[in-house]
């Protein structure tokens, strides 16, 4: 009788057992959305995994919150989870959203920072971004590298163009912080693979070369190409001659048009009237042009002109590019014009 009671005893057992283990699994394979196709459960500062299944029940998410509790215990998880935003999609489990939760899979955004740009487009594109937090309004730009906690270095070119994924809340010096130590990583890196002989006295001289490669290219296959013409005028010590630095110096006074007179204003910028490197860089230069810069293209064109359709002729002597000039910008009438001052080039010793 004893062994008929025992046997009982344990078959309800298994029963039950058997049944508490298919409720179990059945709840976490269940959806959580009933009838909403998708939402975001936000998960705030100091939350932990038992106030958010209880909450996820009084939301009517969770028909059995315990057995969520049974599944981070036996999974031995850990009570505290990342705060942020995280994503129900319409086929999204107890289970699922549990190890999205215990796995700090929060909602990411994204913010790309497009190469060619200049500080105030960087700082245009992050203020307008709806799920950054702003602590940078008012903030002028020469101030902004002492947000980022370097006081003394000019933002220009600082930062390097990609995109960045963060979740809802990070701050502004947040993603400023990673593009700026995006950029340095990169260009230490490719500083130390460099052509050997080049004129550039540090990696930033490289920066702002590539800065300047960057503005000049309108087809990718020529960027090594100019970068060459530059390495090559700066070996012989001829002035740059470049027009995006002189837009650059004008910042946003520049309304499309290059005047005579902004190409006789001495500015640290103009390197019509300067020689060597202006003192920063011009624009944020994509990764082709920091390669071009430091690994330039051979050859012996002093001059490019722009063709009209993006890409330019490189010529090799001042009559050359006077003839290409005369082709390809004022459409083959010939008048006086100097593309390029000889005479204060042959005496540029006396500078």
């Known amino acids: 009788m004893q062994r008929r009671s025992t046997k009982f005893a344990l078959s309800a057992l298994i029963i039950l057992s058997a049944g508490f283990w298919y409720d179990y699994h059945n709840t976490l394979n269940t959806r959580l959305l009933k009838e909403q196709t998708e939402m975001v459960y936000n998960v705030n500062p100091g939350a932990n995994l038992t106030r958010i299944v209880y909450d996820l029940a009084a939301k009517g998410l969770v028909d059995k919150p315990r057995y969520l509790l049974l599944y981070v215990r036996l999974h031995r998880s850990a009570d505290k989870i990342s705060t942020g935003e995280y994503q129900i999609k319409a086929d999204t489990t107890a289970r699922q959203f549990l190890q999205q939760l215990l796995g700090g899979k929060v909602v990411q955004y994204s913010l790309t920072l497009i190469e060619g740009w200049n500080i105030f487009q960087v700082i245009d594109a992050i203020q307008a971004h709806p799920h950054i937090e702003h602590t940078l309004k008012g903030v002028n730009e020469n101030n902004i590298m002492a947000k980022l906690g370097y006081p003394d270095l000019h933002p220009e070119g600082r930062f390097l163009s990609d995109t960045y994924h963060f979740p809802r809340g990070t701050t502004d010096v947040q993603v400023l912080q990673r593009a700026y130590q995006a950029m340095e990583k990169r260009l230490a890196a490719e500083w130390e693979k460099r052509d050997a002989g080049l004129p550039y006295k540090s990696p930033y001289e490289a920066l702002i070369m590539a800065s300047i490669v960057e503005k000049e290219t309108g087809q990718p296959h020529e960027r090594q190409q100019i970068a060459g013409v530059f390495v090559r005028r700066l070996e012989k010590r001829m002035r740059l001659q470049t027009d995006p630095t002189i ?13 005579r007179r902004d190409l006789t204003n001495d500015t640290p910028y103009n390197t019509y009237t300067r020689f060597g ?23 012996s064109s002093l001059y490019f002109v722009a063709k009209g359709d993006g890409s330019h002729y490189f010529s090799s002597s001042l009559e050359e590019h006077n003839e290409a000039v005369i082709k390809y ?5 010939k008048r006086s014009f100097s593309s390029y001052n000889a005479r204060q080039d042959k005496n540029k010793n006396k500078d």
């Open 329 to 333: 910008q004022l459409k083959g009438r």
């Open 247 to 259: 837009i650059y110096g004008l910042g946003r006074k520049y309304d499309g048009n290059i005047r």
């Open 277 to 299: 490197l202006p003192p920063t860089p011009i624009a944020m230069p994509g990764y082709a042009a920091l390669y071009a810069a430091l690994h330039p293209a051979e050859g």
